[in-house]
C-alpha cells in the first residue's frame, strides 16, 4: 500500500523557517516523483514544489522560488520541504503526493485536481504568526 505520511508542521512565526517532511512507504520511491501542495480553506489546490527521484531534478512554481527548497533523502525514503522567511500567506495546510507521470505542469499550477498524483498524504499544517 502507497504511503505518504507528512510531519514537521506547526506554529512559527513570520519571518522564521521551518522543514516539511514526507515519508514515503509502500512503493518504490526512485520510480516517482514526489511533489509538494499547498491548500488553504475555500481555495484551490497549489502546486509548490517537486521532486524527480530518478535524476534528482527539481522544480518551483514561480511564487516560491529563493524561499522554498525541496530535497531527497534517498535513504530513507523521504522529501522534505525547506520554507524560509516565511510569511502570513503561507499558513496553510501542505501536502506531499507521488507521481510517476510528470509533475511540472501540476506544480506550476493555481488549481491541482485529485487525480494529478497517483497517491496523497493527510496534510500537515503550517500556521504562520505575526
Known amino acids: 500500500e502507497v504511503q505518504l505520511v507528512e510531519s514537521g508542521g506547526g506554529v512559527v512565526q513570520v519571518g522564521g523557517s521551518l522543514r516539511l517532511s514526507c515519508a514515503a512507504s509502500?512503493?518504490?520511491?526512485?520510480?516517482?516523483?514526489i511533489g509538494w501542495f499547498r491548500q488553504a480553506p475555500g481555495k484551490a489546490r497549489e502546486g509548490v514544489a517537486g521532486?524527480?527521484?530518478?535524476?534528482?531534478?527539481?522544480y518551483y512554481r514561480d511564487p516560491v522560488k529563493g524561499r522554498f527548497t525541496i530535497s531527497s533523502d534517498n535513504a530513507k525514503n523521504t522529501v522534505y520541504l525547506r520554507i524560509n522567511m516565511l510569511r502570513p500567506e503561507y499558513t496553510t495546510v501542505y501536502y506531499c503526493?507521488?507521481?510517476?507521470?510528470?509533475?511540472?505542469?501540476?506544480?506550476?499550477?493555481?488549481?491541482?485536481?485529485?487525480?494529478?498524483?497517483?497517491?496523497w498524504g493527510q496534510g500537515t499544517q503550517v500556521t504562520v504568526s505575526s
Open positions: 509502500g512503493f518504490r520511491f526512485n520510480d516517482y516523483i
Open positions: 521532486v524527480s527521484r530518478g535524476d534528482g531534478s527539481t
Open positions: 503526493a507521488a507521481s510517476k507521470g510528470l509533475l511540472s505542469g501540476p506544480i506550476q499550477s493555481e488549481r491541482v485536481e485529485e487525480d494529478a498524483c497517483d497517491a
